[in-house]
T-cell receptor, first 112, second 112 residues
Framework: DQQVKQNSPSLSVQEGRISILNCDYT??????FLWYKKYPAEGPTFLISISSIKDKNEDGRFTVFLNKSAKHLSLHIVPSQPGDSAVYFC???????????FGAGTRLFVKA | DTGVSQDPRHKITKRGQNVTFRCDPI?????LYWYRQTLGQGPEFLTY????????KSRLLSDRFSAERPKGSFSTLEIQRTEQGDSAMYLC??????????FGSGTRLTVV
């Protein structure tokens, strides 16, 4: 039962343009959402998060949007840079829960 | 380096052998997690410790898997009688609270 879904396995974007990575979830108990970035041969690295009481959180070039009614979140990277090329995981957890559930990831390619 | 440390980075073993992995979390983090990641998938939760207490285990963790965190510091994950299906990246993470993990670089297990 995939509670967190990233339906695009890969995305290719030109340097300087916007990258939009999407994520859907099914469990309405989730109230905290995160994005992680992963380079080859490294563990995932925390990137940005959002609580369900917000609909937007921004950190530099990275913005996460949450649409609770649609159970959908997205990560916007603007402007995209070649160093952003990595696998991005969407993840979710709920208050009182012990674990974070991850999506399958989207591989982002930023072309110079 | 105050990150999460995992040892070994790579392990190749023959089917039927036992293997043990070690994780040293960030020292002030009382929560420790083990995840498993296979190709094309996101990290899947295996087990969770709060201090030395193992509070949750996934049904993915069969009887051949055991994890310990004897003094609430480092943790070990042992797999007995390894099978080819156990081949994966085993990730350890720690956190001071319920979210925002810091992952280690993982141990890549190959069962031949």
């Amino acid at each position: 039962d995939q509670q967190v879904k990233q339906n695009s396995p890969s995305l290719s974007v030109q340097e300087g343009r916007i990258s939009i990575l999407n994520c859907d979830y099914t469990n309405s108990m989730f109230d905290y959402f995160l994005w992680y970035k992963k380079y080859p041969a490294e563990g995932p690295t925390f990137l940005i998060s959002i609580s369900s009481i917000k609909d937007k959180n921004e950190d530099g070039r990275f913005t996460v949007f949450l649409n609770k009614s649609a159970k959908h979140l997205s990560l916007h990277i603007v402007p995209s840079q070649p160093g952003d090329s990595a696998v991005y995981f969407c993840a979710a957890s709920h208050t009182g829960g012990f674990k974070t559930i991850f999506g399958a990831g989207t591989r982002l390619f930023v072309k110079a | 380096d105050t990150g999460v440390s995992q040892d070994p980075r790579h392990k190749i073993t023959k089917r039927g052998q036992n293997v043990t992995f070690r994780c040293d979390p960030i020292s002030e983090h009382n929560r420790l997690y083990w995840y498993r990641q296979t190709l094309g998938q996101g990290p899947e939760f295996l087990t969770y410790f709060q201090n030395e207490a193992q509070l949750e285990k996934s049904r993915l963790l069969s009887d051949r898997f055991s994890a310990e965190r004897p003094k609430g510091s480092f943790s070990t994950l042992e797999i007995q009688r390894t099978e080819q299906g156990d081949s994966a990246m085993y990730l350890c993470a720690s956190s001071p609270g319920p979210a925002g993990y810091t992952f280690g670089s993982g141990t890549r297990l190959t069962v031949v």
